[in-house]
């Protein structure tokens, strides 16, 4: 339970007219989060065995005293902390950054949260860029960064990168295909990471793909911001063909591991 880090932010939460300690507040939330739960579900679960257990609206109007900037920073910091004293500083790992959207059901004047495709009868939601690494035993998330709803993908992409790179050194950064962009690509060269994008359906690329495993120079255009050159790797799987975009020229023979190293941060995250 991360209430030290609270405490070290400033983040205390005075006890209330019930005598309501900060530890006894967050006890709810994070339980919820660790049996990815709702606060409702838990809160009312904990308070048929726990008598006195503050309800979920009592922990969320002591949640929505404090700064938005502040509770991120206590929360990358309580990650920081856990990864630190749990990784070896100078291994290179396989990192995957995902886009989580939390849908929003309330009025969207005085919030961030951003228009989305419909879904469960809302068109807006709280959008999260998480940063994980991925290994044999799971994910370790190492940054969890808030969206703005005028912050654009690859300024938020960059500050979770600049983030990451203080705690780890990257090896390869895996990204779906809502990162496959003129502007991200660029960005990523030139902060020399190596990465795995993947690709939606090229057209003009499955007759080859109907062929076997290919590598061929691919030029992502956009009227705004120009082109950027990369590697294309076709694959073919069970599925049908599937396509990555890298900047590291690899040879044909080791298309099969990117196909691989995608589908291992696919499975391991989430």
């Known amino acids: 339970m991360p209430v030290p880090a609270l405490e070290k932010l400033g983040l205390v939460i005075k006890e209330t007219e019930r005598g309501y300690s900060n530890a006894e507040l967050l006890y709810p939330a994070v339980l ?73 059901y309330g009025n969207i004047e005085e919030t961030d949260a951003k228009h989305t495709r419909p879904r469960r009868g809302t068109h807006y939601a709280y959008r999260f860029m998480v940063a994980s690494i991925v290994s044999e035993k799971g994910k370790f998330v190492l940054c969890v960064h808030l969206v703005r709803r005028n912050e654009n993908l690859k300024t938020a992409l960059r500050k979770v990168l600049e983030r990451v790179r203080r705690l780890v050194r990257i090896s390869w950064l895996i990204l779906d295909k809502g990162f496959f962009q003129v502007r991200i690509i660029r960005m990523l060269k030139r902060m020399q990471i190596s990465f795995v994008i993947a690709v939606s359906r090229l057209e003009n690329l499955d007759e080859r793909a109907s062929s076997g495993t290919f590598i061929v120079r691919y030029a992502v255009t956009s009227r705004k911001y120009g082109k950027e050159k990369v590697c294309i790797v076709g694959f073919t799987d069970e599925k049908g063909a599937v396509y990555y975009a890298t900047n590291k020229l690899i040879k044909r023979k080791r298309c099969g591991d990117m196909h691989r190293r995608y589908k291992k941060a696919l499975k391991n995250r989430g």
């Open 32 to 104: 919820a989060t660790l049996t990815n739960s709702t606060l409702e579900a838990v809160s009312e679960a904990l308070r048929k065995i726990l008598l006195g257990t503050a309800s979920a609206d009592t922990v969320l109007k002591h949640i929505r005293k404090f700064d938005l900037d502040k509770i991120r920073k206590m929360i990358n910091w309580a990650l920081a902390e856990s990864f630190r004293a749990a990784w070896i500083p100078s291994a290179k790992t396989l990192v995957a950054v995902d886009i989580t959207d939390i849908y929003y």
